[in-house]
């Protein structure tokens, strides 16, 4: 478990998602990563190889629509909050699963949550959630547009040889941000790599998160 985790809810978009129950009780969701920065800016940090460390929950507009990623999202909490007990973590479980909360987009059953919180209590909570690895990554108090955003995020990933699939996946957010579609041609352009590089690189599951977005605009 890192050591420099923070809280960094404050001043969030909540995208319609009931967030005070976790403020209020001051449950982790974002963290900074504890590695050295290639560069650090004003706004944020540059990790030319990237970095796993850096969990950022509800950032985007896009809600967990199933029940993998209800999961995934539920495994991160209580690995990000370890010294919460199993009824905190049930409480916290519930509020998450609702769908009026505005987290999910699909109603998780009595039976299917008990499931889902038996399966995350039996993990391995000592060791980090599947993540993806990230290379820009912008401050909370950063004042940039999700335009300049995602300029900043093409100029950087795009310097590399070749785009991989977590460039893609953070070039995506950063679009959906800005409120326009994503496309095939906007990804190629922001990371200055030819359309066929994408078709190539995006595998099926980046490709359903891809529709997930643009279906919610």
Request: glycine content about 4%.
């Amino acid at each position: 478990m890192t050591k420099a985790l923070k809280i960094l809810s404050k001043g969030l978009l909540s995208y319609d998602r009931n967030l005070d129950y976790l403020n209020h009780r001051q449950i982790i969701y974002r963290t900074v990563p504890t590695e050295t920065p290639t560069v650090e800016h004003p706004w944020g940090r540059y990790y030319a190889n990237g970095t796993y460390e850096c969990y950022e929950l509800f950032r985007s507009k896009a809600k967990i629509n199933t029940y993998k990623s209800l999961k995934w999202h539920l495994l991160v909490l209580w690995y990000l909050n370890p010294s919460m007990n199993p009824d905190e973590f049930k409480d916290l479980a519930a509020v998450i699963s609702e769908k009026s909360n505005g987290f999910t987009t699909f109603t998780v059953s009595k039976r299917l949550l008990e499931h889902v919180i038996y399966e995350v209590s039996m993990s391995d909570l000592e060791q980090p959630p599947k993540n993806r690895r990230r290379k820009v990554i912008f401050n909370v108090d950063c004042f940039l547009t999700p335009e300049e955003k995602l300029s900043i995020t093409g100029l950087l990933c795009g310097r590399s040889k070749s785009v991989h699939e977590d460039d893609i996946y953070n070039a995506m957010l950063h679009i959906n941000d800005t409120g326009e579609k994503i496309t095939i041609n906007k990804l190629a352009m922001y990371l200055n790599c030819s359309d066929r590089t994408i078709y190539r690189t995006m595998g099926n599951e980046l490709k359903k998160e891809k529709e997930l977005l643009n279906s919610e605009l």
